[in-house]
């Protein structure tokens, strides 16, 4: 009788280990998956794939912008609509770096710059670079929007990262590389092939 239940049970015990290998969910982002109620849109009127990425005003300047729950993508745990690594900032080391973050959503969101290998931890370090971040970015940010700058002054694989608890861990980041060969900023979304910077922003006229 023992016998035939042995195999039962080690599947058994083979699924839960699994389950323990991947984390759930944050408990606190179900609601995301049931469709964007709740978010204030107008934070995110007008935006567009183009204004991701953009041209700076002065040479060797670039500006992000990183919208959180763009999408329902990942509980709504995405940047831009991505989540887990799937989109990429790919910037020229030296060059300085002007970053817009929206949260349009009531459930609080940060964003930080950390290495990528820094994404596995259940809390994620302070900013890699100086600047490189909202404050407070453990509590994180909900309905609003903040800006910072840094300069990415060392080559490396990086991410744009959540700082809540969790959240990195649980995919929300997307990838930003610094690089040394790199001629201009460009940005990879998804399975679409990289695109170069938009033109800056023109002025309003008075």
Excluded at 33 to 59: H, I, M, Q
Excluded at 101 to 128: F, G, M, R
Aim: glycine content about 8%; some cysteine.
């Amino acid at each position: 009788m023992i016998q035939r239940f042995l195999p039962i049970l080690a599947l058994s015990l083979s699924a839960a280990a699994a389950d323990e290998k991947t984390p759930a969910p944050a408990a606190d982002h179900a609601d995301h998956a049931a469709g964007d109620s709740g978010l204030k849109k107008e934070l995110v009127a007008g935006l567009t794939e183009k204004d991701f990425l953009r041209l700076g005003d002065k040479p060797k300047t670039v500006k992000l912008t990183v919208v959180a729950v763009w999408t329902a993508e990942n509980y709504g745990m995405n940047f831009n609509g991505f989540a887990k690594g799937t989109a990429l900032y790919t910037i020229p080391k030296g060059w300085t770096v002007e970053v817009t973050y929206v949260n349009p959503s009531p459930i609080p969101h940060s964003l930080i710059v950390i290495e990528k290998a820094d994404t596995k931890k259940l809390q994620v370090p302070e900013p890699y670079f100086k600047g490189a971040g909202v404050p407070d970015h453990i509590k994180g940010l909900s309905y609003g929007t903040h800006q910072f700058s840094f300069t990415a002054d060392e080559a490396g694989e990086y991410a744009l990262a959540c700082g809540f608890p969790a959240h990195a861990l649980n995919g929300h980041w997307i990838g930003l590389d610094i690089s040394e060969d790199a001629k201009e900023p460009t940005l990879k979304l998804g399975e679409k092939e990289p695109v170069k910077a938009s033109p800056a922003a023109s002025a309003p006229s008075k």
